[in-house]
């Protein structure tokens, strides 16, 4: 599993309940270093071990804090160049539905050996969609709520009302339920398509 995503747990852990419950999180994950390398390949098990102990020590369910490490991606200043990355996919949050399928590739853009799951985004009966995560061996269990995260961020970015629900999960495979009940429920983000787009990594 590419550093980059491990990096991203600690970095989350860091800013949002500080360095020294970050610290006690690393222990209690008897981590051999308490800092994660970007650049690196970790084991998933390694990152499973953190989100367990981030759930004893925070009190809170992993499925929220996983959906909160979606948010904090779009939402946290230092995530800016992310934030701007998935703007690129579309004027507003239906072009950004559909983009999200060439994610992947637009993130191996950014950093070649980034290995991110299958998205396949499928349009549901009588209006809404499906977005399946199809997630590989290299990867940490429960990316789909994250996704859950990053997908209600992003909304508020476009200023759309949208209804998002995890549907549970099968072997690799999660499915994320998506209404999208307005547009342009609200004013969004300010975003320039004309600007040029930051490193996907900034504040890392």
Known sequence: MHGLLARTLQCFLQDTYGLGTWAEIARRADLDSPDF???LD???ATVE???AAAVQRLDKPGEAILEDIGTYLIS???NEGL???MRYGGLDFIDFLHSLEDLP??????VADLDLPELELCD???GGFDLICRAGSTHPRGLGHVLVGVLRAMADDYGALVILGHSGASAARE???ITVVQTDFAAGRSFDLGGAPPSPVEGQ
């Open 124 to 126: 549901r009966e009588g």
């Open 37 to 39: 390398e970007a650049m």
């Open 76 to 78: 946290h200043h230092n």
């Open 42 to 44: 970790y084991e998933p």
């Open 175 to 177: 499915r994320i339920e």
């Open 83 to 85: 934030r701007r990355l």
């Open 105 to 110: 590739g637009r993130a191996r853009l950014a």
């Open 49 to 51: 071990r953190v989100l």
